[in-house]
Every structure is written in structure tokens, then in C-alpha cells.
Nanobody, 116 residues
Framework: QVQFVESGGGSVQAGGSLRLSCVSS????????MGWYRQAPGKQRDLVAR???????NYADSVKGRFTISRDNAKNTVYLQMNSLKPEDTAVYYC??????????WGQGTQVSVSS
């Protein structure tokens, strides 16, 4: 059974940093692309960052240079290091597969709140 468990969110002031973690289970982790997504109130869920099995990465323009996605295949875990946080980064952050998300397997997400 596919499952994603996110953690690491919190409340910070603008300019602060957070590191999110997501443990994945149910599919061989090392061979799949993984992604971090976020959903702000009243908005659709969007891809923030993606990491492929070989380690290459993609980022949304809004987070380039501030966020870094990484993965530890031995721990079935994907991370999102978020620096220079802005109020517009406030959202619930989710992880899922990075190419075709498993739409029936979204986790509970982790809330990130950035105050100005």
C-alpha cells in the first residue's frame, strides 16, 4: 500500500528556514521520481520541486534559489530544505510521486506558516 508521511512544518518569520521530511512506502523508492507539492487556502495544489531517481531536480520558478530537494534512498525519505521563506510560501506541503502523483494516496501534509 502506497503511503506518504510528511513532517517538519511549523511557523516561522519571513526570512527563516524549515526542513521538511517525507517517508514513502509501498513502491520501490529509489527508482521513482519524488515531488513536493503545496496547497494554499483557496488555491490548487501545485508542484514545488521534483527529484528524479538519478538525482536531477526541477523547481517552480517561485522557489528557485531558496528551496532544495534531496533524497535518501536508504531511508525511503525525501527532504525539502526551505530557506529565505516568504509569507507567500504559507501552505500545506505534501509529497507524492514526482511525475504522476498517486491521487488516491495523498498524506495529511505538513503546515508551513510564514509571518511577515
Amino acid at each position: 500500500q502506497v503511503q506518504f508521511v510528511e513532517s517538519g512544518g511549523g511557523s516561522v518569520q519571513a526570512g527563516g528556514s524549515l526542513r521538511l521530511s517525507c517517508v514513502s512506502s509501498g513502491r520501490p523508492f529509489s527508482i521513482v521520481a519524488m515531488g513536493w507539492y503545496r496547497q494554499a487556502p483557496g488555491k490548487q495544489r501545485d508542484l514545488v520541486a521534483r527529484i528524479f531517481s538519478g538525482g536531477s531536480t526541477n523547481y517552480a520558478d517561485s522557489v528557485k534559489g531558496r528551496f532544495t530537494i534531496s533524497r535518501d534512498n536508504a531511508k525511503n525519505t525525501v527532504y525539502l530544505q526551505m530557506n529565505s521563506l516568504k509569507p507567500e510560501d504559507t501552505a500545506v506541503y505534501y509529497c507524492n510521486y514526482g511525475i504522476t502523483p498517486a491521487d488516491d494516496c495523498w498524506g495529511q501534509g505538513t503546515q508551513v506558516s510564514v509571518s511577515s
